[in-house]
């Protein structure tokens, strides 16, 4: 668990955060856009992962020590996950006669896009206005999977430079309120806070304490209430020119900041600016050892599930210090 560091600058709640007018956001949407250019191709901002980026990543590894970023998957009904995850065992060793050789088998099923369970959003993940990143028709996306950047596209893995901002650490706070805001100035003032500073190609995580809200007060129904990045949040992983962002919630803000779009940050960040977003990951253990280690980057290792047509994944990212 993480806490209010004394030695940091406290940030109060800020409830001033601009809401966007619809035309406003069609702005921001074209300057972001306009400065994708890194993110070109089926891969999107995964082109800034170059061999010698990932050979740089690399000698972030220091100690050995390695932590995952994933929160065990969620089997059971809550506020906050309406469709759990099935498991369920087709055999085990209690069945039928002893002895000789027997194996346990299970299924497992689950809605990867849920608001309970890590995932990763492939490109193909959002439409808006009738396009999938890069201009690609969204009838490519039918019954029978996503013709075209499915996650597939990430079969290599990702491997990176993972950075930590610790939001609520800036803030002096253990989490941030469901419906509150990360700024581009939060950004920025992690950095300093921190130490450190996020790069061309870096894997950019947010930490917002959401599973820490959860695990000390329970779950709620995060659709309509959580707390995430600003769209203008955004402007700030265009400098750096990002390859991927993830956060302990949804990246998005609920309810939105945008007149008439529900996912500002997901338009902005996937269907822009090309960035696989990773959401509902687990930073309480990551952030401990960031702190023990009084770093907050490292190697980090992303396998999403080889699924040739699918919008998305089941994840676990490996962060190798």
Aim: net charge negative; proline share 6%; glycine share 10%.
């Amino acid at each position: 668990m993480t806490g209010a560091d004394p030695t940091v600058v406290t940030h109060a709640r800020r409830d001033e955060s601009p809401t966007l007018t619809a035309a406003e956001f069609a702005v921001l949407y074209r300057r972001l856009l306009s400065r994708a250019a890194w993110a070109g191709g089926d891969r999107g901002a995964l082109g800034a992962l170059t061999p010698a980026r990932v050979l740089a990543a690399s000698r972030e590894v220091r100690i050995g020590r390695t932590v995952t970023l994933a929160a065990p998957v969620e089997t059971s009904f809550g506020p906050d996950n309406p469709e759990p995850a099935k498991h369920h065992m087709k055999d085990t060793t209690q069945d039928g006669a002893s002895g000789g050789l027997r194996f346990a088998m299970d299924r497992f099923a689950m809605n990867v896009h849920g608001d309970a369970d890590s995932h990763i959003d492939a490109l193909c993940h959002v439409i808006y206005d009738g396009t999938l990143h890069g201009g690609v028709a969204a009838s490519s996306v039918t019954p029978h999977g996503a013709g075209a950047l499915s996650i597939e596209t990430a079969h290599d893995g990702i491997v990176g430079r993972g950075v930590l901002l610790d939001i609520p650490r800036l803030r002096g706070v253990p989490w941030l309120e469901p419906g509150d805001h990360v700024s581009a100035e939060d950004l920025g003032a992690a950095e300093t806070a921190q130490g450190v500073r996020v790069g061309e190609g870096d894997l950019l995580f947010v930490r917002v304490g959401h599973r820490r809200r959860r695990a000390d007060l329970g779950a709620w129904h995060t659709a309509d209430h959580r707390a995430g990045l600003h769209p203008f949040a955004l402007e700030f992983l265009a400098d750096r020119r990002v390859a991927v962002l993830g956060s302990d919630g949804n990246n998005d803000t609920a309810p939105s900041s945008t007149e008439g779009v529900a996912f500002p940050v997901h338009v902005l960040g996937v269907h822009a600016m090309g960035l696989h977003l990773l959401d509902y990951l687990q930073f309480e253990d990551l952030a401990q050892v960031c702190q023990e280690e009084a770093r907050w980057s490292f190697l980090c290792v992303i396998a999403p599930l080889r699924l040739p047509d699918a919008t998305g994944s089941p994840v676990n990212p490996i962060a190798v210090f």
